[in-house]
């Protein structure tokens, strides 16, 4: 009992280690598959013509198809906004940019 008195904060520290490193392995994977979305990719029947100016013109069969365009040429021209909206609407904007953007 003598030598759980001396060693309390090492145990302690040592525990609050194991439970943030279980966290990070379960929250933020290493990789993620992303396979899916490019066999996804292969069902849309979408056609993208930029004109001179370079403003996109899409065509598809189907609704889902014109979107699918959509979001491709969008993420084309500015994808670093969509990461930041994407970013902001999680609530891990001061991850990359700092503090100054916390809520």
């Known amino acids: 009992m003598n030598w759980l008195k001396r060693n309390w904060k090492k145990i302690l520290t040592g525990f609050v280690i194991l439970i943030a490193l279980l966290a990070l392995y379960t929250f933020y994977p290493a ?3 992303l396979s899916y979305f490019a066999e996804r990719s292969n069902f849309y029947n979408v056609k993208i013509l930029r004109d001179t100016y ?22 084309e021209d500015d994808f670093l906004t969509i990461q930041q909206v994407l970013m902001a609407a999680r609530g891990k904007l001061a991850t990359v940019y700092g503090k100054d953007y916390s809520d």
């Not at 996109?56 to 969008?74: C, E, N, S, V």
């Open 31 to 33: 990789h993620e598959d």
């Open 54 to 75: 370079g403003v996109p013109h899409i065509y598809g069969h189907t609704d889902a198809d014109a979107a699918y365009g959509l979001a491709y040429a969008h993420s």
